[in-house]
């Protein structure tokens, strides 16, 4: 817990600045599935892409995850792909939280903090919502009670364009 915590610390004294910014290209990255083979985030262009990076020690994450399960299930048939980044250092706490927490979509796995960095959103969880073009629409830091009723308005949103 003390190393996760030290390890948050030093991605948020990265973040001098926010890397991804809306209307930007979203940063490609290419990351190991925790079930699966290495998926590019390039490759998913004309879908419209929800990335949720998470840790298994974080308590909002815990609390946001079976929203997201739901938003999974109701939009991956309209073009939805839901992405969770898990920054934890131990791929295997990440596999056992996935597991515990029933996480329905692909946990991509950023151990060495390369993706995480790169987007520099400075909390965690972080959602990030592309557009079909690969064009980042949407940025939330943080997660409080409701938020998933505005991802589910972006998302409709974007699936409709």
Same mark, same amino acid.
Not at 2 to 20: D, G, Q, T
Not at 46 to 53: A, M, P, T, Y
Not at 85 to 110: C, G, M, T, Y
């Given at each position: 817990m003390?190393? $996760?915590?030290?390890?948050?610390?030093?991605?948020?004294s990265? $973040?001098?600045? @926010? @890397?991804?910014?809306t209307? @930007?290209?979203?940063?490609d990255f290419?990351?190991?599935?925790?079930?699966?083979?290495l998926?590019?985030?390039?490759?998913?262009?004309?879908?419209v892409v929800l +990335?949720?990076?998470?840790?298994s020690?974080?308590?909002?994450?815990?609390?946001e995850?079976?929203?997201?399960?739901?938003?999974?299930?109701? #939009? /991956?048939?309209a073009?939805?792909?839901?992405?969770?980044?898990?920054? =934890? =250092?131990?791929p295997?706490? $990440?596999?056992?939280v $996935?597991?515990?927490?029933q996480i329905?979509?692909p946990?991509?796995?950023?151990?060495?903090?390369?993706?995480? /960095? /790169? #987007? =520099?959103?400075g909390?965690?969880p972080?959602?990030?919502? +592309?557009?079909?073009?690969?064009?980042?629409r949407h940025?939330? /830091?943080? #997660?409080?009670?409701?938020?998933? @009723?505005? #991802?589910?308005?972006? +998302?409709?949103?974007? +699936?409709?364009?």
């Amino acid at each position: 817990m003390k190393s $996760a915590f030290v390890s948050l610390v030093a991605l948020l004294s990265l $973040a001098a600045r @926010a @890397a991804v910014q809306t209307a @930007a290209p979203a940063p490609d990255f290419t990351l190991r599935a925790l079930q699966g083979p290495l998926l590019r985030l390039a490759e998913q262009r004309g879908r419209v892409v929800l +990335i949720n990076f998470w840790a298994s020690w974080c308590g909002p994450c815990k609390q946001e995850m079976p929203h997201l399960n739901q938003l999974h299930d109701k #939009y /991956r048939s309209a073009g939805l792909m839901l992405l969770g980044v898990n920054v =934890d =250092d131990d791929p295997r706490k $990440a596999s056992e939280v $996935a597991e515990r927490w029933q996480i329905r979509f692909p946990v991509l796995l950023d151990s060495d903090k390369r993706v995480v /960095r /790169r #987007y =520099d959103l400075g909390s965690m969880p972080a959602t990030v919502l +592309i557009d079909r073009d690969g064009r980042v629409r949407h940025l939330h /830091r943080g #997660y409080r009670d409701g938020l998933e @009723a505005t #991802y589910e308005l972006q +998302i409709r949103e974007l +699936i409709k364009e």
